[in-house]
């Protein structure tokens, strides 16, 4: 095994690890980098409170934390708050890994949601490209790789690794299913594709640790199916009123495009948003009073391939991200609404 073989683990929650399939998927056009309905809001800010690590280490990891937000419409804030979205620990002992995306708010405030137990070239990047929302390259279904799966296991079974099998084809084997992520054709220079030996691919080719942002990777933070800074942010979302008469229209032009609204809850209780029309979206709702705290997500649960979320809300104010799931159909018009039942 090279000295240099330090493979990330992108941490899923449960619920999410039940939804990896190892479908292959050639010559398409579809790249594995997001997984669906992991994005945070648009515009929004990040605070990220570091838990031990040196004045280096942590130097390290805030400034290639910010080669994101150079090109994602997103904010690093660097304040140790209590309650911050990203934490940071530095435990040698523990590789490196983070969760991905809005997933990090699933995770108890005592407890990290990203390791940095070793800083090699751009892993902090690496990292927090997962903590925006990113997953591995590697797992692209587009990418086309083949593992000698049984030399895979072998090596990652062993030292420094030591993991089990289901880890192992989680984090290397199994490639997202197409329908489940968003993107364009894989990208070797990727900061999202790790480093692997030849002997792990039938090719015989491995891949070059990438340790900056590709060209590649900055444009696609930068564009409509990510964080583009030319749209509207959670600063800007369009203001929805429990129980309107009317349903508010919109739109989705583009593959991947995201809509933001906010509402206000006076008096607390059931409250049901949902989305109607032809459009296959993905929704999430954040609050109260904050854009990064999820109370709920939702694909299908709406009419045909419309999202419904119904949730027990306290007064306050909330967000709702609506985000075209990215298939060939579902982009046009259609309408939301916040109601009680
Ligand atoms: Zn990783």
Not at 117 to 126: E, K, S
Request: charged content about 20%; some cysteine.
């Amino acid at each position: 095994m090279p000295e240099r073989l330090k493979v990330c683990i992108d941490r899923v929650l449960p619920s999410d690890r039940m939804r990896f399939h190892p479908t292959v998927r050639r010559g398409g056009t579809v790249r594995a980098i997001i997984p669906i309905g992991k994005l945070w809001m648009n515009g929004s800010t990040l605070r990220v409170r570091f838990i031990g690590g040196t004045a280096a280490q942590r130097a390290t990891a805030r400034e290639q934390a910010l080669w994101w937000t150079q090109h994602a419409n997103l904010n690093f804030v660097f304040n140790d708050a209590p309650d911050a979205e990203i934490r940071v620990a530095f435990d040698s002992n523990d590789g490196a890994w983070s969760y991905v995306g809005t997933d990090n708010r699933g995770i108890a405030f005592d407890q990290p949601t990203m390791n940095l137990g070793f800083l090699d070239g751009g892993t902090a990047g690496h990292e927090f490209g997962h903590a925006i929302g990113l997953a591995h390259e590697h797992q692209n279904p587009a990418g086309g790789i083949e593992w000698n799966e049984a030399t895979v296991i072998r090596d990652l079974s062993g030292p420094p690794n030591h993991w089990d099998e289901a880890t192992i084809r989680h984090n290397v084997l199994n490639k997202y299913r197409a329908d489940q992520i968003r993107g364009t054709a894989f990208d070797p220079d990727s900061i999202m594709l790790y480093f692997f030996p030849g002997s792990w691919v039938k090719s015989g080719v491995g891949t070059h640790a990438n340790e900056v942002l590709s060209a590649v990777d900055k444009a696609y933070v930068a564009s409509a199916q990510a964080y583009p800074k030319t749209a509207p942010t959670v600063v800007d979302a369009v203001a929805l009123k429990v129980n309107a008469t009317r349903r508010t229209s919109a739109s989705i032009g583009k593959p991947g495009e995201e809509d933001l609204y906010k509402f206000n809850v006076a008096s607390g209780g059931t409250h049901i948003v949902d989305t109607r029309g032809p459009t296959d979206i993905v929704m999430k709702l954040f609050g109260p009073n904050s854009h990064t705290s999820v109370i709920a997500e939702d694909d299908d649960s709406g009419v045909d391939t419309n999202a419904l979320i119904r949730a027990d809300l306290i007064p306050g104010e909330y967000f709702v991200q609506v985000r075209h799931y990215n298939r060939a159909r579902g982009t046009g018009s259609y309408t939301v609404k916040v109601r009680r039942p």
